[in-house]
């Protein structure tokens, strides 16, 4: 059931964390639909990144010499529209998802130049409050203080499954299907180096509600979360 957005109903900030493939996308989507506020897919924003890099063919360039990422970040504009996001004025919403930006993301966004670029950008986003966040470091940095923050975690091979049927159920705008192995070695790889890294590594804030989705239905997770948010909102009404 929609929230009523009464002028007195009190906008908050909901920050979902965790690692890949755990449901936080679909779960931030439809909560925000439900509450008619913004979502924001921030990985998407990395994706788009590291797309650009590619496209401008100086990965090998950024790995023997970090610094240059400047020229990447001098001229770049993303910009959301609905489901689909931008990159310097072109709809790239199916480019990011290919596996050869699934498996640089985590190192364009280990770079600190992009996480400072980036997470300015996702605070101007959720400056008038109103919005979901998905991401690894909303609730741990670009929203220390969002009202609600929700860390989902699930199996990785769970996790690679659901990954799997996505992209099968998109596998027309895909150059090539992975496999499911292959998904969860790169879901695995991916998950430690966002743990590792030096700059707002994957970690749960201490307040955080954590919520594992292994044996949850979508339906099960989207109320939970729902339902925590709307607690917060009259909470601080
Ligand atoms: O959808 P999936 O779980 O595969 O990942 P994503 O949300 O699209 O994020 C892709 C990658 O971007 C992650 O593996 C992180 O390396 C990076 N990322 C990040 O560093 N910080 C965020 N707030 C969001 C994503």
């Known amino acids: 059931m929609p929230v009523e957005q009464g002028k007195s109903t009190k906008r908050i900030i909901i920050a979902i964390d965790g690692p890949a493939a755990s449901g936080k996308s679909t779960t931030a989507r439809i909560v925000a639909g439900q509450l008619g506020y913004i979502y924001i897919d921030t990985g998407a924003m990395y994706r788009s990144v590291t ?9 090998d360039e950024l790995k023997r010499s970090p610094g240059s990422v400047d020229v990447l970040l001098k001229e770049i504009s993303i910009r959301f529209d609905g489901d689909r996001i931008f990159l310097d004025g072109k709809d790239v919403t199916e480019a990011i998802r290919e596996n050869l930006v699934s498996r640089e993301v985590s190192f364009i966004s280990s770079l600190k130049p992009v996480r400072d670029r ?51 159920s998109k596998s027309a705008g895909l150059l090539r299907l992975p496999s499911l192995e292959e998904l969860e070695q790169e879901i695995r790889e991916r998950d430690r180096a966002d743990a590792e890294r030096e700059h707002a590594p994957l970690k749960k804030h201490p307040e955080a509600v954590e919520i594992d989705t292994s044996e949850l239905t979508i339906d099960t997770q989207v109320s939970k979360v729902y339902d925590l948010a709307l607690a917060r909102i009259q909470d601080d009404c």
């Open 51 to 59: 797309l650009k890099a590619i496209r401008q063919d100086i990965l």
């Open 118 to 168: 980036l997470r300015a950008m996702q605070q101007e986003l959720g400056r008038q409050k109103g919005v979901v966040m998905d991401g690894r470091d909303i609730g741990t940095v670009v929203f220390p203080d969002a009202e609600l923050k929700v860390f989902l975690v699930a199996d990785a091979l769970q996790r690679a499954k659901r990954r799997y049927a996505e992209l099968a």
